[in-house]
């Protein structure tokens, strides 16, 4: 009787095997029809072209002797302004221009030969005036 019990004593490891086999057989199965799967297309609604005209960006451009002017468009005639500035005054003038419409987005537009340090003042002397939507203007590649 003794030898019976000693025989059917629980089993206190578990054998991974079968689920093994079981999770690999799912993965081929996965990796073979996911290829099969076609996306489906998404349709979306059509409108016709928006009645504002978006605004013109203020320029802030940044010449190769560090000399900054600030330039503005006329969105709707295409009409330019340009005018020499000095770094102090910078903040103030695109706090005015942006005055009439807060949502003008203000661009830097730096000669590729003027130092980094430089962009970086521009941009950090806007963000201490918390000018909002400042971005960098580049030109594409060819």
Known sequence: MQSLRRKRAPMHDINVVPYVDVMLVLLVIFMVTAPLITPGVVELPSMSKAPVVPAAPIEVVIKQDRTLLLRTRDAKSGAQ??????????????????????????????????????????????????????????????
């Not at 500035?85 to 987005?105: F, K, M, S």
């Not at 203000?106 to 003042?121: F, M, Q, T």
């Open 81 to 142: 302004a340009e005018q020499h500035i000095e770094g102090g005054d910078l903040a103030r003038l695109v706090r005015e221009r942006q005055a009439a419409a807060p949502n003008t987005p203000v661009v830097i537009a730096a000669d590729k030969n003027v130092r980094y340090e430089a962009v970086l003042k521009v941009m950090d002397e806007l963000q201490r005036a918390q000018v909002r939507r400042v971005g960098l203007l580049v030109q594409p590649a060819k």
